[in-house]
C-alpha cells in the first residue's frame, strides 16, 4: 500500500502563490511517474504536471510558465509551486503515482485551492 498526503492548499488572490506538498510512503524511486491532478466542480479530474523517475516533466498548457513540479528524494516529497494563479485554478487537486513495482496509480486525499480576490 503506498500513502500520498497532500498539504498546502487555501485560499490565494488572483495572481497570488501557492506550493502544494505531497509527502509519499515509499521513496521516489519505486514510483515510474508522480504527478498532479486537479478537478474543479462540474468538470472532469485533469492533469496538471507530471515527473517521471528520471527527472523528465510534462505540464497542461494552461499552466505552462507559472507552476512547476519538483520532487525532494531525501524527505521523500513532491512539491508543485504555482505562481500566478488565476480563478480557474481553482479546484481539488489531488497527488498521484504509478508504482514501479506493479503499474498501479496510487492518489492522495486531495487538497483544496481557491483562488478568489
Known amino acids: 500500500q503506498v500513502l500520498l498526503v497532500e498539504s498546502g492548499g487555501g485560499l490565494v488572490q488572483p495572481g497570488g502563490s501557492l506550493k502544494l506538498s505531497c509527502a509519499a510512503s515509499?521513496?521516489?524511486?519505486?514510483?515510474?511517474?508522480l504527478g498532479w491532478f486537479r478537478q474543479a466542480p462540474g468538470n472532469v479530474r485533469e492533469t496538471v504536471a507530471t515527473i517521471t523517475s528520471t527527472g523528465s516533466t510534462n505540464y497542461a498548457d494552461s499552466v505552462k510558465g507559472r507552476f512547476a513540479i519538483s520532487i525532494d528524494n531525501t524527505k521523500p516529497t513532491v512539491y508543485l509551486q504555482m505562481n500566478g494563479l488565476k480563478p480557474e485554478d481553482t479546484a481539488v487537486y489531488y497527488c498521484?503515482?504509478?508504482?514501479?513495482?506493479?503499474?498501479?496509480?496510487?492518489w492522495g486525499q486531495g487538497t483544496q485551492v481557491t483562488v478568489s480576490s
Open positions: 498521484t503515482a504509478v508504482a514501479r513495482l506493479n503499474g498501479m496509480t496510487y
Open positions: 515509499r521513496s521516489p524511486g519505486s514510483f515510474l511517474t
